[in-house]
C-alpha cells in the first residue's frame, strides 16, 4: 500500500473512530421523558409532560435556520455567550416554522432536573420557555432528512392519524436526535403533530 493511500485509510479510520463515539454519545444524551400510548411500528402516539425549552427564531430556508439556530442554541448551553456552568445536550433538536410564519424555529430542550429559575439567563436572540404538557402523533425513520423527507413521512404521519382519529392540534414538528457527522443510515429523525 502507497502512503497516500495508507495515509487516506489511517484518516478514514479515525473519523470512523470519532463518527462512532459521537454517536455513542448521543445515544446516551437524556431525552424527553414520555408515557407510549400508542405503537405501531414506525407511528406512535406520546404523552408528554410539560418541559422547559431553549428557543430561537431564524430567518431563511428551513436548514440554513436551523443550522444558525442550533449554533445560537450551543452558545448559550456551552457558555460561549454568557457566564457560568455548562448546560447538558440533551436531544432531539427541534425544530418548526415560526408561529408568525416568519422564520424557523429551534429548540434544545433542558436537562429535567434544570428549572427555569436555575438556567443562566439567555444571550439576545435565545429566549427560555417551557413547553406545557401534551400529546403527541410521531414517525420515526432514518436519513439525512432533506425537505422531501419530511414532508413524504409527514404525509405518511396524517394518513396513520386519519385512519386512528387523531385530530391534529398544530403543525408539524422536526426532532433531529443526531448531528450531521452521523451516516444517514444511523440517524434516528421524528416528524412530531401536537393531538387534540
Known amino acids: ?47 408528554y409532560p410539560a418541559m422547559m425549552v431553549a428557543e430561537t427564531i431564524q430567518d431563511g430556508q428551513r436548514e440554513t435556520a436551523l443550522g444558525n439556530g442550533f449554533r445560537l442554541l450551543a452558545d448559550y448551553i456551552f457558555a460561549r455567550s454568557r457566564p457560568g456552568p455548562k448546560i447538558a445536550m440533551t436531544s432531539p433538536v427541534l425544530s418548526d416554522r415560526a408561529r408568525d410564519g416568519e422564520g424557523w424555529r429551534t429548540r434544545f430542550v433542558m ?23 401534551r400529546k403527541i402523533a410521531a414517525i420515526r425513520f432514518s436519513g439525512s432528512a432533506d425537505d422531501a423527507m419530511l414532508a413524504e413521512n409527514e404525509a405518511a404521519l396524517r394518513e396513520w392519524m386519519a385512519a386512528n382519529s387523531l385530530e391534529p392540534a398544530g403543525d408539524a414538528e422536526y426532532a433531529f436526535y443526531n448531528s450531521p457527522f452521523i451516516p444517514g443510515p444511523l440517524r434516528r429523525n421524528e416528524v412530531l403533530i401536537p393531538v387534540a
Open 1 to 47: 500500500m502507497g502512503k497516500a493511500r495508507w495515509i487516506a485509510a489511517a484518516a478514514a479510520g479515525t473519523a470512523a473512530v470519532a463518527a462512532a463515539a459521537y454517536y455513542l454519545n448521543e445515544r446516551n444524551s437524556e431525552k424527553p421523558e414520555y408515557d407510549l400510548l400508542v405503537e405501531e411500528g414506525r407511528f406512535a402516539l406520546r404523552a
Open 111 to 133: 436537562p429535567r432536573k434544570l428549572r427555569k429559575t436555575e438556567l443562566p439567563d439567555p444571550a439576545p436572540g435565545v429566549t427560555l420557555e417551557e413547553q406545557p404538557a
